[in-house]
Each structure stands twice: as structure tokens, then as C-alpha cells.
């Protein structure tokens, strides 16, 4: 029975082994010597009675054995026996362990490297108290088939008091700003939010105070909190920095509180962080009051749930709240339109679209890591082969079956737990330079580091990798039979049919997992080279944007460019003074949105066409942004129809717009001119129709737009288009220089070339590209390995089978021919088999692809076209030198 | 010796540890060969057992806490490893010895019984 007592001794045996072992030592001499003494005194010879005390004892060897095995835990010394005789037997054959290895590393490295990431951007839940009711809430037009249109004030507020699911709900208006007062004039992200935004998050400050339901008020409070990046940016990290005063849009605001680093607003922004928030009640000034219901201006709201309540519960009380309230309200919620709020958890929000990409790299990553294991198992069939006469003499001497499977495992085990600390280890020291190789506009990138949960993958994964290669060759391998493997007779131990055909399967499932993977890397790279192709509906080349931000201030009588006479003259001398600059050709301007692939929170506005009957019920939604009379013309867009905006369509003139081709074709059956289209209030006639500009994304169909001329609307977030010999570098000080001469409270931001801003907004793809192409060529390099393995090894045992058939008078073809067949065989199985699950495997993609279908014929083609190429030459190289034997050579061997 | 296997008796798992416990309150502290010369006088040669496999009862004694084991030298000026009783092996000893004799009482009646 055995005591707790006596499970404690044994583990204080098991420590103090080599101590218990020494002092058995002396008690089987000292008995030894008693026995001994015995048999003297009853009249032996000292020799005789040496003999005879032996005899009496029995095996020496069996009671130790017995009294280690009574005294500790066995599988425990045995594991570490098994490791020591491993180490040495790995120590012996090193170039076999540092392949063994350096493989290992790489498909455990990769995986841990990938996991790492998805376990922080997906898995790891947000940090903020109870994440999981955390919601987003959209309005959605359905019958205009829009989404996301933003919220009217109204709409707010009956979400807040009368939808009663929500403990808390907050307005999130993503704003740019022109922060003063501080180093120097920046443009910064600001979010204009509610007094609860914090409160509902659960957030705490680290410096000061946050604003919350007392500080409630009409319009903007004065209090504003800070985020610690824009703390010591602008104010190096002042300690004493509560109370400062700063301007931002020319209004002034007081600092009450600021964030710590890794506060982050769990949404997407404009541009880069948000670093000030403010908070209003969004009823006064700068919002139209009172507010409107059918006045959507508010981009978006996130609220938490009440404890108990499910999305799913909250999603209906909110489908009957709209539904009651377009009963209500029947002028504001036309039937046709079909609106109604659409709620999703704050998680999906921020991360839904880059999971099918993280979630396709984790399972090539994973696929890799099997073809790693596979060429393993491969390679230590390859070695127990040689290894059959030492097992023979182990299972002859008295080892079990199980105890040599054991013995191989730890083997195996041992590899791969070396191979993953590697893994770790390079990836420790190089996860600066990782993280950099990271698209940056990856969500949550910053939450990316290692933790527990990351190491105990990496062991897992190690562990579960060295049994997965090892079992399949222990089981061969212990299969000895030492009667027939000690024998002389069995020439270098070759190995059974049975081994040889194991590993050909093995080899052939290499081909089919990386045919997969080139599947996956191949339709990415179509795609990849697609979006290069596509016409983007401007010139790239030697095109720089600038661009500006006008202040907005929340006192209409301290906005100097309230007046949109100001605003044109402010327009036209920036274009005057910027045409001045060395190398600058040509130069337009844009008004909000008009600088393509930029990502804009509210990106459609609803819309009527007059002449069109029942015009108001059908809403219906467009892209807006303006330009100025050269901007399509800077930009290389094609005219289709009608003409550019001049410089007489000001003011003065009549409104007059230009639509995108899209447009023309999905609202006016392709004929545009001369019809009118109602925006904000205004109608405005249609004198033109543009190609389509992908502002969108490379990989984005061009959405429906309107244009107006810059000098009719008002707009604050503009920019310059500047094409010439431009030198780039000190461009952004020459337009600042030249934008602050004309006011100083500009901030000029976003310097880039259009070059730039293209390769930028194809990062995400070109990295799971990347990566895909490498997870590609590595299976590419196992699986010729794998190949070439094998090919060499069938050669080599029938090299006196080809010396005979030449000395028959088979000709160098002939052999040749015969000695590729196998490998053509495993090819062609490998291909079949992995085409297959290729097709299955890549509907996965159908999410990332662009302008290729899964089934892609060039893919179809390319891939096994390139690993027939790739396995016959790995098939090819040891087949010649089957020819080149010279057969007597052979045969006397 | 497989010649006269048949005589000996097959010491039952367990009942080495008793016979040990027993011997040793009996004798006083004694080596691992004492013991082993003092089971086969007893038993007159009846229980003759390689010596080697006393050493797991002694183990499992040991580790029990109902014997403690000291190096000492024997009247010859030997060395040897003394083993010797506990006060909870006395105690041990008295419950198994109880329950052995409940069960072998059982067994003989169980026996006579067919």
C-alpha cells in the first residue's frame, strides 16, 4: 500500500539517486563480506568461500535492480536513462541531429511565430473589464442597400434611454484637429465622445482625471484627457501638465487627465491613435440644434450591455425599438428604406477583417509544420534501418518491445524539444525586427508579445511534433527480430520492403501537402499580381500628396474660414504659392475625401435625384468629395462625357457636379449630363462624368461618387496634389513653410507619394503574401528532400540489378527510364492526392483572393507543373548515377 | 536450486515484510544478513531465499518508518548496515500480526471446511 510516506521517500529517492545507489553499494560488499566470513569459519578457503558467499546472495545486479525499483520511481530514472543514452546516441550522428533540428525549428519557430500573433490580435480578449459586452452599434439602410450611414442625435439618445439594454453608450466621433499650444502646431487625432466614454470602458487615467456623467453639458466640455504618446510628444512629459491650457481648432480646452501607454480606443480611426478625446452632449454648437432625426452625423456609437443580456437578446429589443420608431416617425424612416440598427461585438469591429488572413496563416503555418514532421518521420525510418542490429542486440539482452518504442520516443521528443527551444530563442532575439516586417496597420499590433500561453505552445508543440515523427519509425523500428537481423548473413541490415514502401507513401503525402501550400501561395501571388494590374483610375507616377487641416472650432464666430469666400481665396493662394516650388509642374487641390486610399470612417451620404418619382423615399447612398477645376486633370482621371470643373464654377455660378462612371451607370442608366442630384439640401446638375478612381483599395470595386468643385462647398480636411521632379524628402517643411506663411494655424500632415501610399495600402496583402511564398518554398525544399531521399536510396539497392541489365545489354536510357519510375509514380500519386485537397483547402481564400477564383487554372497548372519539374530532378540526379556505375564494379561489391 | 524448489515455500507478497519485522523485534537491531541467516534457522531451511531479495522488504520498511537502519561494525570489526525496530513498527507489527492471524485463522477454516 503504498503510504503517502512512502510516495515522498521515493521522490526524495529519486533526487538522491547516485547518493541511495553509493550506499547500496557498501551494503551488498558489506553482506558480501559476512557471508564470506561465514563460510572461512566453517572451514573454506578464503577463495572457496568468496565463491560460495555469491552463490548464496544470488544476483548481485537483480537486487539492486529490485531495490531501486522498491525505493523510487522508475519511469521517472528510466526517462532520464532513456535521455542520457539519446543525447549520446544524437551526439554521435550530428549531422543527422542538426538537419533534425534546424527543420524542427523552423516549422515550430513559424508556428509559434504566427500563433504568437493571432493569440494576441484575436484570442486574447480586449483589455478592458468584461470585453465580451462590449458592442458597436451601426445604422443601416437596408432597402438602399447602405450600411453603416452613422446615427442622427435622436437615434442616439433613444438608444441611450429607451432601448434599456445598455449600461452604458457612448458617441465616437473620430475628428482630425489642429492641436496649438504646445511644441508646435499638429495636426492630431482627436474623438469627440460622450461624458460615459471612459466610465464605460473602465478606464483609468494616469495622470489627473477623465471626464464623466457630471461634467455633462450641451456642446464640447472644456475638459479634455491626453494620450501619454501625445504627452511626450508635445509636452515631454511635463509632470505638472493638469491644468494646461491648449487650442485646438482654435478653441480652447483645458488638460485634465492622461492615459497610460497602453490605453488604446478600441476602434478604427482616421488616422494613426486616437491622442485627444473630448467629450460632448452633441446638442449645441458646432451641432446643428435642435438636433434632426434624419440628420445622421454622428459616425458611429459603442455602448456595453447590461450584465445578462446576449448580443442576441439585445439585437431583437433592438429591432423592435426601430420598428416602433418608424411607425413614429414615417416622414424620417420612409418604409422603402428599411432602416434599422445593427448591433456587433467591439472585437468584431476591430479585428473582423484581418481574421480570414491570420486564420489562412495558421493553418499554412500548421500544414508546414506536418510536412516537417513528415519529412522527419521519413528521416528516422531512414535511420532506425541502419540503427536494426543495435535494437536487435537491446531486444536480445532483454528489452521489451515497449521499452525500446520508449527509448526511440525520447529520441524523438528530445529532437524536437531542442529544435523548439531554438525556435524560441531566435525568435526571441530577433522579435524587434519581426515586428517590423508587420503590416502596420494591423490591428491591436501593439498588444503583440510573448506570454505564458505562447511558451506553453511552443512545448506542446515540440512534445506533440516529437511523438507525432517519432511514433510511426518506433513502431518499425522495434519490430526487430534478432535471430535474423544479428546474423552475418544480413547484408548492412538493409531494410524490409515494408520500410521501404512506408516511406514512400511518406514521401508522396510531402508532395501532396506541398502542393496545398504552393495552391495557397500561388492564388495569393495571382491575386498580388492582379491588384499591380489594375488601373487604379490615376497616374502614380511622380504624384505627391499633401494635406491640411482647417480648423473647425465649435464657436462658428471664431471660425475665419466660416465664410466659403475665405476658404476659395485661402485655396487659391496655396495653389499659387505651391506651384512656386522647385519641381512642382502642376498642382490641384482636394476638398474632404478626395485623396484616394485613404480610409475614411464615414464613407457614403444619402442622396435623391429630383427628377426621378418618388424621389424622397428612394434613398439612395454615394461617396462625396470635391476637387478643384485642375484635380482630374492633375490626377490623369479620364473625362468620359461633359467637361472638368473651371474656375468659373464658383460661388457665384450654379451648383454643378461630376460623377465617377460607376455612378452614371448604377443611378442614371449611363446618361448623367444634364440631370440633377439632391445632396445636403442643394441640387446640384451633373456636367460631367470621370472614370472611376479606386479610392477604396486596389482590391475594392469602386463605389458610386459625386464630386462638387471646391470653390461651392466648404471643406476642411484638404489636400494638394502636387506632380513634377519632386524631391520628397523636404517637401513636407517647403509646404509647411508655405501653407504657415499664409496662416500658421494649418498643420500640414500626410506627406507622401502616391508610390507610397499604393504599396501602403497593399501591406497587408504583400505580407500574407510574403509568407505564403516562404511557407511555398519551404514545403517546395522538404518535399525534393523527401524525394531525392528516397530516389538515392531505391538506386543504391539496386545498383547490381541495373550493373546485370547492362551487361545483358540494356542501353544508359533504358536504365535511366527504369530508375525514374518509382519517383514518377510517388510524383503523380503526391500531385493527384494533394490537387484534391488543394481545392478543398482554398475555398478557405476565397476571402482574400482578388480577380482569381480558388479553381485558377494558372494555378492549377503552375503548381504541379513546377513540383513535377522540381521531383523529377530530384528524381533525375541519383537515377544517373545508377547509369554511371560501371557494372563490374558493381557486381563484384 | 530447481532441484528441491518443490520443498521450499514461496514467501508471499508481504509476508516477508512481517517475518522481518518480527525477526528484528525479536533479535534487536541486525544487518541484512542476520536477518537472513536468523529466517533460515527458523524455518530450518524450509525458507531459504536469496538473500539479495530481502533488500525491497527492507526498503519498503524503511520507507514506511516502522525500521530505521544505522551503519555500524559487527563484533568481527565488520561493517554492516544495522537495521532496527521503531516504535511505530512495534505498533505496525502488533496490527499485522492481528491481522494475519485473522486471516490465516480464515483461511485454515475455509480450507478444512472442503
Redo the contacts between chains.
Sequence with gaps: MPSIRRVIAKFGNFFRRSRADQDLDREVSAHLTLLEDEFVRRGMSREDARMEARRAYGSVEQAKQLHREERSVLWMEQTIQDSRYAFRSLLKTPGFTAVAVLTLALGIGANVAIFTVVNAVLLRPLPFQHPERLVRIFDDLNGAGVKDTGLSVPEFEDLRDRSGVFENISVLWPVSTALSGGDHTERIEMLGTSFDYFNLLGAQPALGRVYDARDTMPGFTESVVISDGLWKRQFGGDPRILGRRIRVDEDAYTIVGVMPPEFRHPGPTLAGDVELWAAAGFRANPFPSPPQRAVRFLPGAIARLKPGWTIEQARQRLNALSAQLTQMFPKEYPAAVKWSWRIEPVEQNLTGNVRPTLIVLLAAVGFVLLMVAVNMASLLVARSSARMRELAIRQALGASRGRIIRQLLTESVLVSLTGGLCAMLVLWMTKGSLLALMPADLPRITEIHFDARVVVLACLLSVVTGILFGLTPALHGSRTDPNTDLKEGARNASPSLRQNRFRAALVASEIALSVVLLSGAGLLIHSFWNTLRVNPGFDADRLIVARIWVPFPNNPAANKYRNAAALSALNHEILRQVRMLPGVEEAAMGGNRSVPLVNNTVKQVVFSIPDEPNSAEKQRSAEFSSGSPEYFQVLRTPLLRGRFFTEADNLNAKPVAMVNESFAKQYLQGNALGRRVRFFGINWEITGVVADILNDGLDSPPAPRVYSPLYQGPANEMAIFLRGAIDASGLKQAVTRVVQSIDPDLPVYGVRTMREMMGNSLSRRRFSLSLMAVFGAVALFLASIGIYGVMAYAVSQRAQEFSIRMALGANARDILLLALRPGAILTVAGVAVGLAAAQGATHLMTSLLFGVSPADPITLVGVPLTLAVVALLACWIPARRAVRVAPVDALRS | MPSDAKSRIQVLQGTLDLIVLRTLANMGPQ????IA?RLEQISEDLLKL????L??AL??LE???WIKAKWDT?E?G????YYAITKSGTKALGEETQRWRQMSGLVEKLLGAS
Excluded at chain 2, 536469496?50 to 531479495?53: E, H, K, M, R, S
Design positions: 544487518h541484512a544478513y542476520g541467516a536469496n538473500q539479495g531479495t533488500y525491497p526498503v519498503r520507507q514506511q518508518g559487527t568481527n565488520r561493517e554492516a548496515k
